[in-house]
């Protein structure tokens, strides 16, 4: 049997250990596995072991030369019989002895000698007797002042340990992205970033009204979080508010609606004033499509044109192509041309197609109600001289239009030559017949190429300039004497206005003068004659009263069975003076001794005439030296005609002498003044 305690083996009957003294009773119960005995071998051989003392070599020869002698205490204690003298007896390994140690084994044996025992040394395994086979000398006071100790450290290692524990999770909480959003779910402060991740989360799980709440939380906190807001216009999608979906993806491109008003401007953020994402394509591609849903296709192709024109990404050219038809292809293009076109409009995709040639229509309303501005396309277009603009759509039967097609055409009819005369300017002792013809363009000189017929001549001789509506030249024209200033146009077949022709002739001879400021009514004079001289020379009015101011200043009408006069305040506070006379009666004797009945043919024969032609109304100017000087014979608006002569006499003021005929004979005449401002 082995000793429990020192493994000293066959351990006598009296089971008392013959080394250790240790009685059989006293040891530990063992277990199945015999690891209690073994641990508690370790223990107790590490109690008793002193610590190693070095030896020198003539301790070591005495060591190996000295008897194995037990201790008097080993002794004492047990009162057992010492061990054989001598540890090479040459006992074999596995007996009672224990086998020889070598060198260095004895000297890690070695181990110093309690002080009340003599010093021994010997190649001896020391074991300490059991604590229980000691007497007790350990004070019970100290032993409760350890107690205590031991669980004071152990309380402190505690809390300790909770502290830690709670820094590591509050920093979890706080700085994890986990945490934090378990933060925001408990209803506690978190980033912006907690919110939207934990919208995004409720989300994904259906909870939609939830999201809604995370993510309005969050843009409030972060405005500018273009993904989290794209999430949140799902939200709003999903959830079935379709407007304000709308309204945020507007917000990430264009903060300002096309119907703000100007408080509305003013009212925006600062941080929303410029669009949020400009760049961004997702956000029109979802306008597109959600346009696209509610059938506002010519808005959802616009969404998807000004997306491609933004941000350049390729799936807007891929969306237009796949959802509107292509738009209509014309036969030319919008250019310059010398001459009139047919435009021919044709659909690859065999739609129907909708056009204008509105040019003041803009071309984004076009887009959106090409119904409602155009129409349909059934032949070629013929456009002429002048400048045109083309919209055109294709629509699908869906009602799904394409690109506008924006096409501007000019086409400039070439000038036609200016007319020629076959007499040279100059100056002619007789009047004589200039006649006229179409001039011929340098162009058609060298290549001898045909321009478009001249149809017509029109010409003037009072130096005004000769347009379409001037009189037209049938037959030669016979000048009158004095300076005349001959000008003329062509007109060809297709309505193309030459160039004008301008020469200058002069005929010698007595020229009547034209009406001047020495032309007066008998006894009077315009702007002088005060009211107080006419009322005595011819009586006082049958009525006077106020009339329209007359340049600013006050008037008085004075009305006589004859006619009238006006007169008119100059100064404040002076005497009206004549300005106006219009009269029926003979007595009045005009200009040139003129008078109420004379025949047109001695009024005009008593101004000068230049025998310019008349106009198909029978109208003509009599005389026109662009100086504002001018006698007109014309028709009146009720079919009566009429000879008005006109001189300036300053900057802002002119006379007029005009006669007004019935049966060519003069039923009254009007000699005034206008004032200017």
Request: hydrophobic residues 30%; proline residues 7%.
């Amino acid at each position: 049997m082995e000793c429990s305690f020192c493994g000293m083996a066959n351990m006598p009957s009296d089971r008392v250990c013959a080394r250790c003294g240790q009685s059989l009773s006293d040891a530990p119960r063992l277990d199945q596995a015999g690891e209690s005995i073994y641990v508690r071998r370790q223990e107790f051989s590490a109690e008793l072991t002193p610590k190693a003392t070095p030896l020198d070599a003539d301790a070591m020869k005495h060591a190996a030369a000295a008897p194995y002698e037990m201790p008097a205490h080993y002794s004492a204690i047990s009162g057992a019989s010492a061990p054989p003298t001598s540890r090479r007896s040459g006992t074999k390994r596995g007996q009672s002895d224990p086998p020889p140690l070598r060198t260095q084994e004895r000297q890690e044996r070695v181990r110093p000698i309690p002080p009340e025992q003599p010093a021994r040394v010997g190649p001896v395994r020391v074991r300490r007797v059991p604590e229980r086979a000691r007497p007790k000398t350990t004070d019970r006071k100290v032993s409760l002042y350890q107690s205590r100790v031991n669980i004071g450290m152990l309380l402190l290692l505690v809390l300790v340990s909770l502290l830690v524990v709670a820094g590591v999770g509050y920093l979890v909480l706080t700085r994890s992205p986990a945490g934090q959003m378990q933060l925001a779910a408990w209803g506690y402060e978190a980033p912006a970033s907690a919110y939207w991740q934990l919208g995004d989360s409720q989300l994904r799980e259906g909870y939609v009204s939830k999201a809604l709440e995370y993510f309005q939380k969050a843009s409030e906190m972060e405005p500018g979080k273009v993904d989290g807001l794209l999430l949140m216009g799902t939200a709003y999608e999903r959830d079935g508010q379709q407007e304000k979906a709308i309204e945020l993806y507007k917000s990430l491109i264009d903060p300002l609606r096309e119907d703000a008003t100007d408080e509305e401007k003013a009212a925006l953020p600062k941080d929303r004033a410029a669009p949020i994402a400009p760049g961004h394509p997702e956000a029109y591609a979802r306008l597109a499509t959600m346009l696209r849903d509610e059938n506002k296709h010519s808005e959802a192709l616009a969404m998807m044109e000004l997306g491609y024109e933004k941000t350049g990404a390729e799936q807007f050219t891929n969306m237009i192509h796949n959802y509107a038809p292509q738009q209509p292809e014309p036969s030319k293009i919008g250019a310059r041309y010398n001459e009139e076109i047919t435009l021919e409009l044709k659909s690859l995709d065999e739609c129907k197609i909708l056009y204008t040639r509105d040019s003041n229509l803009d071309k984004a309303e076009f887009g959106k109600n090409p119904a409602l501005y155009g129409t349909e396309y059934t032949e070629p277009l013929a456009i002429g001289e002048g400048t045109v603009r083309v919209l055109a759509v294709a629509v699908q039967e869906n009602g799904v239009p394409s690109k506008v097609m924006d096409e501007t055409y000019t086409v400039l009819y070439p000038t036609p030559n200016a007319p020629k005369a076959n007499i040279a300017p100059g100056k002619y002792e007789k009047a004589p017949l200039v006649s006229l013809r179409p001039g011929e363009t340098e162009e058609e000189k060298k290549n001898k190429t045909k321009m478009p017929t001249i149809v017509e001549i029109h010409y003037t001789v009072d130096n005004t300039p000769a347009t379409k509506y001037s009189p037209l030249y049938e037959t030669p024209i016979r000048l009158g004497l004095g300076k005349t200033v001959l000008r003329a146009i062509a007109v060809d077949e297709r309505g193309k206005v030459s160039y004008e022709m301008n020469v200058s002739y002069e005929v010698k001879g007595a020229v009547k003068p034209m009406f001047k400021k020495e032309d007066v009514f008998s006894g009077l004079e315009l702007m002088k004659t005060t009211m107080d001289q006419f009322t005595k020379a011819h009586g006082q009015p049958d009525s006077s009263e106020p009339t329209d101011d007359i340049g600013g200043h006050a008037a008085i009408k004075a009305s006589y069975g004859w006619g009238h006069a006006v007169f008119v305040e100059t100064e404040e506070g002076g005497k009206p003076v004549l300005c106006e006379l219009t009269t029926t009666s003979t007595s009045f004797t005009g200009p040139r001794g003129l008078k109420v009945g004379d025949s047109s043919e001695k009024i005009i024969e008593s101004f000068r005439d230049y025998g310019g032609p008349t106009n198909d109304k029978g109208e003509r100017v009599l005389y026109n030296n662009g100086l504002d000087n001018l006698g007109v014979y014309k028709q009146e608006d009720d079919g009566s005609y009429a000879i008005h002569y006109y001189y300036p006499r300053s900057k802002n003021e002119y006379a007029e002498l005009s006669f007004y005929l019935k049966d060519g004979v003069a039923k009254s005449v009007s000699w005034l003044r206008y004032l200017g401002n």
